[in-house]
């Protein structure tokens, strides 16, 4: 079974099992270049039921709207909205045109199920018409734009719920290792003692700064330009319609989105992108460090650091018996690159916006999309994977403490500095201990370097200031 349809361009026939039309059809023709169809991202699908809802309702109210019909465009939207239909959405998320395929293809799925709600047959569009009805007062520049905030919205609240379990698998370790004194470092070399647990619970805390930055750019987010229209200007919808639909956008999609106060801004401006996307490359430049620590901190084992070990998850050679690499970190770092590289892609598609519309959006979105679902991904990995199942070499870590030439630097409060330099100058040169050459020279009594070189006592402040 088939049904013919028709647009300005001509008549196609489409197959009658399917609810998307004519407009749809041809985009799926056209568009080859992802392989990614939309219905891979219900987010979107869900934000754009939640606004063609919102108009229906506003259209409604300010009667521009068949009440049946708009009671059918309704329950068409809240059958999309309980999760159905994704399958109907088959167009590539990278597309030209700004948008308005996948606005089609919304327009063309609702008016359909609305048609058969009514009791009408698919593409008998006299009753429901995609464009008359399911897109009144609308167009793709305020449609599209504001869907993809609120898909956007939804996905960073999913990539917040991968991190935190990061975050809290870090801040457990933090208390496991609490105990553990080691030795830190800067610029790969000796620095001063601390303990474990405090270096995996700086990891804690800056995930955590990252999930606030994070919200902080969702609030960005919640500026639309539902009811601009096609430049901003607000033609073809009824006065107050701007206001009305993003108060029931509100409502429909539970999330606090307020209108814009500048509708032919709002239309071109893609900074609210930009600052999303600089915040994910944060976020991933900072757990690529991490990882980078974690593999540093593993090294070995014989002949590295070999301070933690890793979960064995594999062999790590085809040619070395024994091998185990750390392969969780490995791949969150290259899930790092991505996410700095799409980081490109967005700045480069926000900055060729030309006049009153950027046409670039739909990479945009896809750009952001994928690399927000895969960064989340790449979270999850590292803490099931790799940092719950870390384990400590204390007595390594100790060792490590106890022959290094930065101990000394306790001493500076007593010796000074120059002093202190030429001791470790000559412990690095003798191979001696820092204790047994400060004996020798009779500098400091055996208790007081008892005092000052326990370890435990140079991970906080120490020395009290005499009055």
Excluded at 59 to 73: F, H, K, S
Excluded at 147 to 154: M, P, S
Aim: with cysteine; proline share 4%; charged share 20%.
């Amino acid at each position: 079974m088939s049904r013919l349809e028709h647009d300005f361009l001509g008549e196609l026939t489409i197959d009658d099992s399917v609810y998307y039309g004519v407009q749809t059809l041809r985009a799926m023709n056209n568009f080859h270049i992802s392989g990614t169809p939309l219905s891979q991202f219900p987010e979107m699908i869900w934000a754009l039921a939640c606004v063609k809802k919102a108009c229906a309702l506003a259209n409604m109210e300010l009667q521009v709207l068949p009440r049946d019909i708009g009671i059918a465009i309704c329950a068409a939207c809240d059958h999309i909205l309980a999760g159905n239909m994704l399958d109907q959405f088959p167009v590539d998320c990278i597309q030209g045109g700004a948008g308005t395929s996948t606005n089609m293809n919304a327009n063309e799925v609702i008016a359909n199920l609305a048609l058969e709600i009514m009791g009408h047959p698919k593409g008998a569009y006299e009753y429901c018409h995609p464009n008359n009805h399911v897109n009144c007062s609308q167009s793709t520049n305020d449609v599209y734009p504001t869907a993809l905030r609120l898909a956007l919205f939804r996905l960073l609240d999913y990539l917040v719920e991968h991190m935190l379990p990061l975050q809290k698998g870090f801040a457990a370790k933090s208390v496991e290792f609490s105990h553990i004194v080691k030795m830190g470092r800067t610029q790969l070399q000796d620095a001063v003692p601390m303990t474990l647990g405090q270096e995996f619970g700086s990891y804690a805390t800056t995930i955590g700064e990252d999930i606030q930055r994070i919200h902080d750019a969702q609030k960005l987010l919640l500026e639309v330009n539902l009811g601009a229209t096609a430049i901003g200007t607000g033609i073809n919808s009824p006065q107050g319609y701007a206001q009305l639909a993003v108060v029931r956008l509100a409502e429909t999609s539970d999330i606090p989105v307020r209108l814009s106060t500048n509708l032919v801004e709002a239309t071109w401006d893609t900074g609210a992108y930009v600052q999303t996307s600089g915040v994910l490359k944060r976020v991933a430049i900072k757990i690529s460090k991490i990882c980078n620590d974690l593999r540093l901190l593993s090294s070995g084992p014989r002949t590295g650091f070999h301070e933690i070990n890793l979960p064995r998850m594999q062999p790590g050679s085809s040619i070395m018996p024994g091998k185990v690499n750390p392969v969780i970190p490995e791949v969150v770092n290259q899930v790092a690159f991505d996410i700095i590289g799409k980081d490109v892609t967005i700045t480069l598609a926000a900055e060729a916006g030309q006049l009153e519309l950027n046409v670039m959006e739909p990479i945009i979105a896809f750009t952001l999309f994928t690399g927000i679902r895969r960064l989340a991904r790449a979270f999850s990995t590292l803490q099931e994977r790799c940092v719950a199942g870390i384990t400590a070499n204390a007595d390594r870590c100790r060792q490590l403490v106890e022959n290094s030439i930065g101990i000394v630097t306790a001493l500076n409060t007593r010796l000074g500095y120059e002093t202190s330099a030429g001791i470790a100058r000559e412990a690095l040169e003798s191979g001696r201990s820092i204790m047994d050459l400060v004996l020798e020279k009779q500098l400091l009594t055996r208790k007081e370097l008892d005092e000052l070189l326990l370890p435990e006592n140079m991970i906080h402040p120490f020395f009290e200031v005499m009055l």
